[in-house]
């Protein structure tokens, strides 16, 4: 049995031309045993999954047994020398089928229409004319068609490569054979002898139409992976290092964690790390989407990619090259961009059939003109408009390339989108679960009331409770720790009790600091002193501290509400979201906050254990949750929710369990990803209503006679330039705060 590595291969593919491409490499690149494997053929790459035994050449040559060729992608800047070859190649093409297509055209109509006008030898000079384009413009089409044949299959340039040498063979032999009869331009019958010649102006012109919409097509397409792939040339790629007192300039990848740097006004951060030295303005609008720029000064930490606006800092590297956050985010932007959301592998399956029911289509057209007594040339006419009219581009582009575009503007935004199932998610949703500390507020408390409710002075408990408590992770034990001051005293056995508190011994007398509820579970009567204090608490939340055994005062802490938390609630309310407060604490304190930024309706009193059957009950009572939060305890939350959504700053565990990620430090940045998200699936079903009705309404137009050659190949390739067009409109989407 294989076993699934860990890490994917990523390929880079060459030669699709259209999603039936893309489908057949998939095909079989999952035939091998073991192997999964997605083709984009937006993107022109390939994410393989290979069970150990098989090396990625495997992988390589099963591509290229498929007629295509492919390489193991390492650099973004490959992938752009790539994409201006081939815009270079194309660009070639049609300059020389443009410049021949044109007297072509004027030459072969004019004396077709007007026979007194013909001179000896007309006929082959038409020919010399279209033979470049067919052979050498055309080139691309005809190639991909013999690759095709060569495996049996086929693609949209079989149908092209059929219709541009059908167009040209008919009219050399009818020329050649001297053949007169009824020929057909722009839908107006020509009867004069040699008007057999207008069908090289076919060949000529749907060539040219055609070359023209892939050059605009590939021209967009490198315009949208360019924006996918921007995050990745944001870190600057030398780095000042300090060796011995002295700055040392060196390649960024040779930065090495612990290292120091000096980044001077206007340079880019190579790494992220920890300010050591100097002060300054660092511009984070490329990481995180804030135009504000960031205040930074020692013992803050920096992200690489920022740049420096003023002073001179010193900073010591923590994460380097692929570890950055900056690398993360370009990874983790472009897996969204690779990976196939649900309505893109059904348009997979039906372009994998399309082209063989169009063939079969194109020949039925034919034989039924034939059989109804028509003539041969308006059979031929009709059969070639539906080869040419049929090409299924726009269905193979349409949700590609909005989702490559949704998830880099997302991207430049601070919103990072996993996959396409987090967009598809954002459709259904109509609830979102708000974790208080850390999400609506900034998770930064401070103690404001101590009071002691038996003989201790409150100055006591404080100690007490931050002997304690300094063994502790959590916000509000942290507030306790830096109300109390240094020269505490050692604790033993320590035990923190998961969103309830903590306890240990503390001159040897046992001590407990926690909740109401705590106590309870541990036998401590609580005092109804002790009970009225917390109830008139209101915003403040307060645990009670214990020693041995009897409740002997209480702390209260304030979390500070984050300034953007109200409008972003508010815009959430907008979008006809109903926005529910997930916390540990008190109702009172809860219900605080939750009036504070208008929040509707407040869950309290909520164990970490149980975030995920509070989530999983609304869910049960029919609503469809988005939860966001940023702690370790709301990881199993995020994953049980419909739609996660981690805040950047809080832990690996949350970040993980998400399908999206907040790298901004705002809540703003909720209702931003649930606007571009629907934005983005508003433009994959426009894109996809156009392409299924585009083909719906022109293959019968063509099959009835009804649609020339030259405007079905003109009005396929415009159909591929608009899907793309209309995704890349994303690149426009501002948030409206």
Known sequence: MTTTADAPVELAVSGMTCAACAGRIERKLNRLDGVRASVNYATERAIVHLPTGLAAQDAVEAVREAGYDARVRHRAEDDRAAHTAAVSDLRRRLVVAAVLAIPLGNLSITLALVPSLRFTGWELLCVLLA???????????????????????????????????????????SLAAGASGPGYWLGFGVTAEGADAVYLDVAAGVTTFLLAGRYFETRSRRNAVGLLTALAGLAARDAHVLRDGV???????????????????????????VVTDGTSALDIAAITGESVP?????????????????????????????????AQMSALAEQAAQRKAAVQRLVDRVCAVFVPVVLVLAALTLGGWLITGHDAREAFTAAVAVLIIACPCALGLATPTALMVGVARAAQLGVLVKGPE????????????????????????????????????????????????????????????????????????????????????????????????????????????????????????????????????????????????ADAVARLHALGLKTVLLTGDGLSAARAVADEVGITDVLADVRPADKVAAVEALRAAGQ??????????????????????????????AAHAADVILVRDDLHAVPDAVELANRTLGTIRGNLVWAFGYNAAALPLAAFGLLNPLIAGAAMSLSSVLVVANSLRLRGYRPEH
Do not use: C
């Open 131 to 173: 033979l470049p384009v067919v052979a050498y413009s055309a080139w691309p089409f005809h190639r991909a068609a013999l690759r095709n044949l060569r495996h049996g299959s086929s693609s949209m340039d079989t149908l092209v490569s059929l219709g541009v040498l059908a167009s040209f063979g008919w009219a050399v032999w």
């Open 247 to 273: 700055e040392e300039r060196v390649p960024a990848a040779l930065l090495r964690v612990g290292e120091e740097f000096v980044v001077r006004p206007g340079e880019a951060l190579p790494a992220d790390g």
């Open 294 to 326: 960031a205040d930074v000064g020692p013992g803050d930490r920096v992200v690489g990619g920022t740049v420096n606006r003023a002073g001179r800092l010193v900073v010591r590297a923590t994460e380097v090259g692929a570890n950055t956050q900056l």
């Open 422 to 565: 987090a967009l598809e998610a954002t459709r259904a949703v109509d609830t979102v679960v708000l974790d208080k500390t850390g999400t609506v507020t900034t998770g930064r408390m401070s103690v404001v009331v101590t009071a002691a409710f038996g003989e201790a002075v409150d100055r006591e408990v404080l100690r007490w409770a931050g002997a304690v408590e300094a063994a502790s992770e959590h916000p509000v034990a942290s507030a306790v720790v830096a109300a109390a001051g240094d020269a505490l005293p050692t604790v033993t056995g320590f035990e923190a009790l998961v969103g309830a508190g903590a306890r240990g011994e503390v001159d040897g007398i046992p001590v407990v600091v926690g909740t109401a509820a705590l106590m309870t579970e541990l036998g401590i009567t609580v005092p109804l002193r002790a009970h009225r204090w917390l109830d008139d608490l209101a915003a403040a939340t307060g645990v009670l501290v214990a020693r041995a055994g009897e409740v002997v005062g209480g702390i209260a802490v304030r979390d500070t509400v984050r300034p953007s938390a």
């Open 624 to 653: 469809r949750v988005a939860m966001v939060g940023d702690g370790v305890n709301d990881g199993p939350a995020l994953a049980a929710a419909d739609l996660g959504m981690a805040m950047a700053r809080g832990s690996d565990v």
